[in-house]
């Protein structure tokens, strides 16, 4: 008897009818009729459930007929064709053995559960629709965007985790340490003596691989990182996490327009590989989470992505007659009002911003010829505003070093990121994307605590 | 023009023959005869470099003819063939972009060097040929796991990498913390005050997903996690990183065997993947790094494992007649040069021992009905030994809180762990692969230090 799953059954209908199969899975629901029942089963492998029918023939009946909620079940039965229910089949059970009973205070009954208390439950949530949907989502998100690199040759890095550095530059760092915390060891000037923790010096969690990911599209042309970044800020807003994962691609003899090109053409391909290959899902989060989904990611797929520089879009802000929240002065950081505002109300699609004011950007973005702007775009999307932030790196040894000291940075910090423009240095562009600012976007799931299996936020480490 | 990569005009020769096209890189070597020059172009998309012809007929003829080691160019010329050359063909220059010179002490100059001395130049030593096929065999094999797991419908998992418990089981952990080491908190008992931490207590760098896994394979039924995992363990050896990563399968409904079945498919795969994608670089660790590299890979492809118990594992040890440095007692631990023997001279392939004595294995494992042993398997190679440590793990509530209790450990510490056994328990089983082992397996590269870009080790977290 073949072992199938529940998505097998449902994508390949046709070869398993009047066959004998065998499946698993947890129960959803169950519901009694004289001596019949009928099970809605879930493996996970797929969105919908499969119904079961049994009857009191199995010699269990007595027993499977009070199956509580989640209780696991293997079945063997016959696929049959059941033109007039809700699925086009059922299954027939000959046998079904009980793997585990779920206990009755099982936290996941059929009701509707906030998020934040399902967030409490988030070793169970994903046997609930959405948080199942949303997980299969995301790896086959994670998957989409491995197979796009890798088709086109990019070389997949694993950039370090543990930082001796505290100069990624991209925000507030997590310590870390095997130092004894109660007795910490100090030298002969009383400050902490660092050569007896683990690396023999201070080190952090990374912020960021871009600085490793330049390193090696200076030696394979075009790379990409995908592993999690840290953050220690204090900021308890839905959109920020402490731990999440980044995509950071890096092309070396490419300019900020060869990033722009790329960087359409993944965003619109992980839309298209989801949406062709978890229909049921998305046709779920476009009817119960957000009902504007389709139109939105279609809008995306289908469009031209407009490039505006800075410049152009503070024109446009401030011709545009609206009042902001922050007022437009050439100068300023875009925020997320000004940023949805233009891809929203003037282009209504996504939009690159290019050519920023170089001290609100990093030290390593390529200063352009006025001297006053560097060569960064950011992407902005409607619905969300930024969703990706990317530059062409400073590739001119002189300019890094007069930048890097404008910054008032020290440039021993920076010693082999340096030598990368001594040694063949060339024209090189890449972009961070945070994946799951991507997941939400795609789901249109507004808190990035439900895209993240077990997340770590501002005082929470649950689990 | 079209843009062509160096592994493109190798692949499809045919099609670009008599072609017009531009390619870039960084120059391997240049030699002058006369009027004419001849440089080794690579640009890191693949193993071998492209033959680039050129004459004083180029308006920069003077500067090209003194280009140094690793400058990066861009070349536009015909592609032509070269029937009597090394390469079939080569390109013809019509024009040659100096994108970037090489400082003439650039330190990876055309010798051989120590691998030593190449860590110490990790920015740079992707650009060698040893380090450039590395590296790309590691990206190739990363996908190739992905892509094995994907197509046989398991769920990628992102697990923690902060942990809030220290009860993962696998080894020294590293702490983590936003605290001032030089003034920390204290309560009113002298304690460190961890209330102040950024995630209001205790954390620490995760050491493996497994419990995560676990849980998600528990509504997704086949899992798997693919992320880095740290041990602060002062082990200064060949094979032990701080940072690495590890791959970990987990399938719900599934047993001991099936977890054999799955980990010796996908060994299989991940090894024909990367021969069949890379073979120019596996010719190469096949000659100049392990000359025996062929032969023990086509081994592993084309075997059935043989799979044994952990007593009769002891009994053919006990019996071979071998002096072993540690002796062979049922109870130990097997040591490298007992697993060793096992695969290498007992059975000459790889081997699964099961059915390990619970005492030197961990508490998650299921207990076996002998109450002796557990359902625990080592995968091991010829050539290493153990490359795969995994189990059937205890899916029955009362059995896995005793023991716990056994192993001295805290049941409040591993409540969500332990509710997965109340609601909907069932059979379950999984497994960890060290990632750079396998990397280290299929490119003869003795020193982990060697197929992890930046790594970090006792005393070492540079770059």
């Known amino acids: ?21 065998s499946i698993c899975g947890w129960v959803r629901t169950e519901r009694m009729s004289k001596a019949f029942g009928f099970i809605e089963l879930n493996d996970g492998s797929f969105f919908k459930n499969i119904q079961v029918v049994f009857n009191d023939e199995l010699s269990n009946f007595e027993e499977i007929s009070k199956l509580s909620i989640s209780s696991s079940i293997i079945v063997e039965g016959k696929v049959v064709e059941a033109p007039n229910a809700k699925q086009p089949f059922e299954i027939h059970a000959t046998n079904i053995i009980i793997e585990g009973l779920s206990d009755s205070d099982y936290p996941l009954q059929k009701k509707r559960h906030s998020l934040e208390f399902l967030r409490s439950i988030a070793h169970l949530r994903p046997r609930s629709n959405t948080f199942s949907a949303v997980f299969r989502i995301r790896s086959l998100a994670a998957y989409a965007i491995h197979k796009f690199f890798q088709e086109r040759g990019f070389v997949y890095v694993h950039s370090p985790i543990i930082t001796g550095s505290d100069c990624e530059g991209a925000g507030e760092m997590f310590k870390l340490t095997t130092l004894d915390l109660t007795d910490i060891p100090r030298n002969e000037e009383g400050k902490i003596d660092f050569s007896h923790d683990f690396f023999g010096k201070e080190t952090n969690l990374t912020v960021s691989g871009q600085l490793s990911a330049e390193a090696y599209a200076l030696s394979f042309k075009n790379v990409y990182t995908f592993g999690p970044t840290f953050r220690a800020e204090n900021s308890n807003t839905a959109r920020h996490a402490a731990e999440f994962w980044m995509i950071e691609p890096e092309m070396a003899f490419a300019d900020l327009i060869d990033y722009m090109d790329v960087a359409e ?103 352009n010829d ?94």
Do not use: C
Request: charged share 30%; hydrophobic share 40%; proline share 3%.
């Open 265 to 367: 053409d993944m965003v619109k391909y992980i839309i298209s590989y989801v949406m062709e290959n978890a229909p049921e899902e998305m046709e779920f989060f476009n009817s119960f989470i957000d009902k504007g989904l389709f139109d939105r990611l279609n809008n995306v797929v289908n469009s031209e992505f407009a490039r505006i520089t800075y410049t152009e879009a503070v024109d446009l802000l401030k011709k545009s007659g609206e009042t902001f929240q922050y007022p437009v002065e050439w100068g300023i950081d875009l925020q997320t009002e000004h940023e949805r505002y233009i891809t929203e109300k003037i282009f209504k699609k996504p939009v690159f911003v290019t050519d920023y004011p170089k001290d609100i950007k990093a030290f390593y973005m390529r200063l």
């Open 1 to 21: 008897m073949e072992k199938v799953s529940v998505k097998q059954l449902f994508r390949n209908t046709e070869e398993f009818i009047s066959k004998e199969v």
């Open 370 to 463: 006025d001297n006053k702007t560097v060569a960064a775009a950011d992407l902005l999307v409607p619905g969300v505003g930024e969703i990706i932030g990317g530059s062409q790196r400073e590739e001119r040894l002189d300019i890094l070093e007069k930048r890097i000291a404008e910054m008032g940075l020290k440039k021993e910090d920076y010693w082999w990121y340096l030598e990368l423009r001594k040694y063949g240095t060339t024209k090189h562009a890449g972009y961070g994307l945070g994946f799951e600012r991507i997941i939400m976007y795609m789901t249109g799931i507004s808190n990035i605590r439900d895209v993240i299996p077990f997340p770590r936020t501002t005082g929470s480490a649950e689990f």
